[in-house]
Each structure stands twice: as structure tokens, then as C-alpha cells.
T-cell receptor
Framework: KAGVTQTPRYLIKTRGQQVTLSCSPI?????VSWYQQTPGQGLQFLFE???????NKGNFPGRFSGRQFSNSRSEMNVSTLELGDSALYLC????????????FGPGTRLTVL | AQRVTQPEKLLSVFKGAPVELKCNYS??????LFWYVQYSRQRLQLLLR??SRESIKGFTADLNKGETSFHLKKPFAQEEDSAMYYC??????????????FGQGTILTVHP
């Protein structure tokens, strides 16, 4: 099975711009979660989508949003970028059964200048 | 609120020595605990989960609910064990399947 894929792998934006990141889960996985990874804060949960619905949300401002499509692919959007949004954004997918084993993608490295 | 604490940012051992990576958690419900590992230039991957009670690559971890700990142990460390290790927690049996709360991670270096 192909693993979780994320596009693009690297992105450079300037403050005030917006960005869209994409995640394709493992075939058959219906849950997609997003995490932000920074040296200072570590790995922080952004949100999770299941069957096109946001099921869980972390403590991030409303500038961070996401969606999931009927084929389980997911996108996350960050509007009005700030310097502090520079991070590695990880996507993970799972079958969402009785336990929560998540499979991670390689991440998208976002740099905000 | 759920919280995971890994008290050691860095841990260095010599090859063949025992290694223990500490993880403590706080959570009011019934937790699921995991250890994830990230080798150099590789993606984050699951090492083991408490519910399966397996030994992966010689590593074991026991959930101690009394001490709210889930320490990762290996009796004889190998150089290929050098990596970043994350302890993570999820809500068992609830609706938070997609949410993992991670500790800050421990960089393990095994010297030859």
C-alpha cells in the first residue's frame, strides 16, 4: 500500500498570504489528522477529519482551517500568514477503528518570510 | 486536559547498555498510550502501543496507571536505535480517535 503523501513538500510564503496544503491518506483510511511541528512547541494537534466532517479541533486560531473530500483526501488552509506559522505540517491517517494507530506523511515544510 | 511529559530532551548511552526513555501523562479518562519514533530523514512511525503489549525491535513499554507512566525500555541498545522518540496519548473509547497528544520528544543517541 502506498503511504500517506503530502504536497507540496516545501513552501515559502510571505506574511499576510494564505496557503493550502494537501494530504492523501492511505487507501481505505477514513480519518485524517493534521499536526504542526515546531522546535519550540513540538507536535501540536490541529484538527481531525472523518467522513468529510471535522471531528476534533486543537487550540489554534480560526486562520487555520481544513476540509476533507469524499475520497478522504484532505486539505488545510492557513490564511493571513504570520512568521510564527513557519513549521513542519504533518498529516496522519488512520482507519479510525477501536484504537488510534496513525500513519504519518513526510510533512510540508512551510517558511513564512 | 491531557498532557504528556518526557523529562529528558537528550539521552546518550553506549551500545549494549540498557536504555529507558521516560514518559509520564496526565489524563482523567481511559488513555491509550503510544511510542512513536523518527529516524534520521524518515517519517514519524509507530513503534508500539500499550494495548498490544508487544515487543518491537526489542523495545517494551508497560502502562502503569498508578504512576501514570509509560516508560520505554530496551535491555541492550543498538546504534540503529539512535532516533527521536515521542510518547503520545489518545482517548480510548471516546470520540477523540484522531487526536494524539505528544510529549516533547527525547533524542536517543547510542554510541559505539
Amino acid at each position: 500500500k502506498a503511504g500517506v503523501t503530502q504536497t507540496p513538500r516545501y513552501l515559502i510564503k510571505t506574511r499576510g498570504q494564505q496557503v493550502t496544503l494537501s494530504c492523501s491518506p492511505i487507501s481505505g483510511h477514513r480519518s485524517v489528522s493534521w499536526y504542526q511541528q515546531t522546535p519550540g512547541q513540538g507536535l501540536q494537534f490541529l484538527f481531525e477529519y472523518f467522513s468529510e466532517t471535522q471531528r476534533n479541533k486543537g487550540n489554534f486560531p480560526g486562520r487555520f482551517s481544513g476540509r476533507q473530500f469524499s475520497n478522504s483526501r484532505s486539505e488545510m488552509n492557513v490564511s493571513t500568514l504570520e512568521l510564527g506559522d513557519s513549521a513542519l505540517y504533518l498529516c496522519a491517517s488512520s482507519v479510525a477503528l477501536s484504537y488510534n494507530e496513525q500513519f504519518f506523511g513526510p510533512g510540508t515544510r512551510l517558511t513564512v518570510l | 486536559a491531557q498532557r504528556v511529559t518526557q523529562p529528558e530532551k537528550l539521552l546518550s548511552v553506549f551500545k549494549g547498555a540498557p536504555v529507558e526513555l521516560k514518559c509520564n501523562y496526565s489524563y482523567s479518562g481511559s488513555p491509550e498510550l503510544f511510542w512513536y519514533v523518527q529516524y534520521s530523514r524518515q517519517r514519524l512511525q509507530l513503534l508500539l502501543r500499550h494495548i498490544s503489549r508487544e515487543s518491537i525491535k526489542g523495545f517494551t513499554a508497560d502502562l502503569n496507571k498508578g504512576e501514570t507512566s509509560f516508560h520505554l525500555k530496551k535491555p541492550f541498545a543498538q546504534e540503529e536505535d539512535s532516533a527521536m522518540y515521542y510518547c503520545a496519548l489518545s482517548n480510548a473509547g471516546g470520540t477523540s480517535y484522531g487526536k494524539l497528544t505528544f510529549g516533547q520528544g527525547t533524542i536517543l543517541t547510542v554510541h559505539p
